[in-house]
């Protein structure tokens, strides 16, 4: 019920395309879905998040969808460079009181070919 | 601003062996994490703070010692080195901890034990 499935594990795009990474979810206690983005020798930084009660977020070429029913949201990279080329991880977090919780995905792998 | 610093940048200890991963921040953040990253593994939080004086454990404890003495700093202690700690460390920081909170992370620690 913690988890957060992320698939798929690596994704090799052609310039220009659309690049979607899906994540899925089990616990109705998440409240709030960051995307990470990690580029080699680095740390994660926090590329856009969005909150249960919203379907979409868009911000520039990156956007959230997120379906509350199949407890499902996807990040869709338009346009696809190869300087998006890095590892991308979904989260999900539980703000209840004391549990407050960030449960990290497994990471997406994506190289984007010039 | 330089954010959140780690040193060292790559660490070899032998078995047994002990060592201090430093971990400063200068955004003035009252919240602190350790997070380890393996291969297809995503993030394991291992220790966190609330604010000075304030830790507690996180998923993988086990082998980890962490202080916060003061705001800044949230060094991690690892006592007796075990090849199951090899890994790459991250320290993170953030402002607020609630339903929309942002990481911010530094460039991690590689560390090998042979």
């Known amino acids: 019920q913690q988890q957060v499935k992320q698939s798929p594990q690596s994704l090799i795009v052609q310039k220009g395309g659309i690049s979607i990474i899906n994540c899925a979810y089990e616990?109705?206690?998440?409240?709030?879905f960051p995307w990470y983005q990690q580029f080699p020798g680095k740390g994660p930084a926090l590329l856009i998040a969005?909150?249960?009660d919203v379907s979409e977020k868009k911000e520039g070429r990156f956007t959230i969808s997120f379906n509350k029913s199949a407890k499902q949201f996807s990040l869709h990279i338009m346009d696809s460079q190869p300087g998006d080329s890095a590892t991308y991880f979904c989260?999900?977090?539980?703000?209840?009181?004391?549990?407050?919780?960030?449960?990290w995905g497994l990471g997406t792998s994506l190289a984007v070919n010039p | 601003n330089a954010g959140v610093t780690q040193t060292p940048k790559f660490r070899i200890l032998k078995i047994g062996q002990s060592m201090t991963l430093q971990c400063t921040q200068d955004?003035?953040?009252?919240?602190m994490y350790w997070y380890r990253q393996d291969p297809g593994m995503g993030l394991k939080l291992i220790y966190y703070?609330?604010?000075?004086?304030?830790?507690d454990k996180g998923e993988v404890p086990n082998g980890y010692n962490v202080s916060r003495s003061t705001t800044e700093d949230f060094p991690l202690r690892l006592e007796l080195a075990a090849p199951s700690q090899t890994s790459v460390y991250f320290c993170?920081?953030?402002?607020?901890?609630?339903?929309?909170?942002?990481?911010?992370f530094g460039s991690g620690t590689q560390l090998s034990v042979l």
């Open positions: 993170a920081s953030s402002a607020y901890r609630g339903p929309s909170e942002k990481l911010f």
């Open positions: 969005i909150r249960p």
């Open positions: 955004m003035n953040h009252n919240y």
């Open positions: 616990n109705t206690a998440f409240d709030y």
């Open positions: 989260a999900a977090k539980i703000n209840a009181g004391n549990n407050r919780k960030l449960i």
């Open positions: 703070s609330v604010g000075a004086g304030i830790t």
